[in-house]
């Protein structure tokens, strides 16, 4: 019998995060506690940069930006915002969605099959991603559970399960 597999990846549904940006920027522009504020949220390149007179009202932005992603279905493991920066009169708020798996962080889940997860269970590193192999499929399945209840810092899908 041949070996079953699946793989490891940790992506981002662009469409759905311009979505999320898009439905944001509308509340912002309509919201009456952002009136006269100047806030906003846009696009820059890969960035996403939000914008606004204070600090809190930055913060507030992402706030709103956060909701939209999570009804979306994106994890808010995949953003990352740095801290409101001053510049000028304004507050910045420069954020990032990552795509792929980090190699150190492919090698943390590597580790973490290798020593919790069934002895059949085999796993190696492709690039960004992590293919997992095994003759019984049960095993696959409980490496999945394994992954889905450790706690890591990365959003993880679950892909070409065969």
Avoid: C
Wanted: hydrophobic share 35%.
């Amino acid at each position: 019998m041949a070996d079953s597999s699946f793989d490891i990846v940790s992506k981002v549904d662009n469409q759905e995060a311009d979505n999320a940006l898009n439905q944001a920027r509308k509340e912002v522009e309509q919201r009456y506690d952002f009136k006269g504020t100047d806030a906003s949220i846009a696009w820059s390149g890969e960035q996403i940069v939000i914008v606004a007179n204070s600090e809190e009202r930055a913060k507030a932005v992402l706030d709103v930006f956060q909701s939209k992603l999570i009804k979306r279905g994106i994890s808010l493991k995949s953003l990352e915002s740095g801290e409101p920066q001053a510049s000028g009169k304004e507050y910045r708020i420069v954020s990032t969605l990552k795509n792929g798996i980090s190699s150190e962080n492919a090698k943390k889940i590597g580790k973490i099959i290798r020593e919790q997860g069934p002895k059949s269970v085999k796993s190696s590193i492709h690039g960004d991603e992590l293919r997992v192999q095994s003759k019984s499929r049960d095993d696959l399945q409980s490496v999945i559970a394994l992954l889905k209840s450790s706690d890591l810092d990365i959003d993880l899908q679950f892909v070409n399960y065969r």
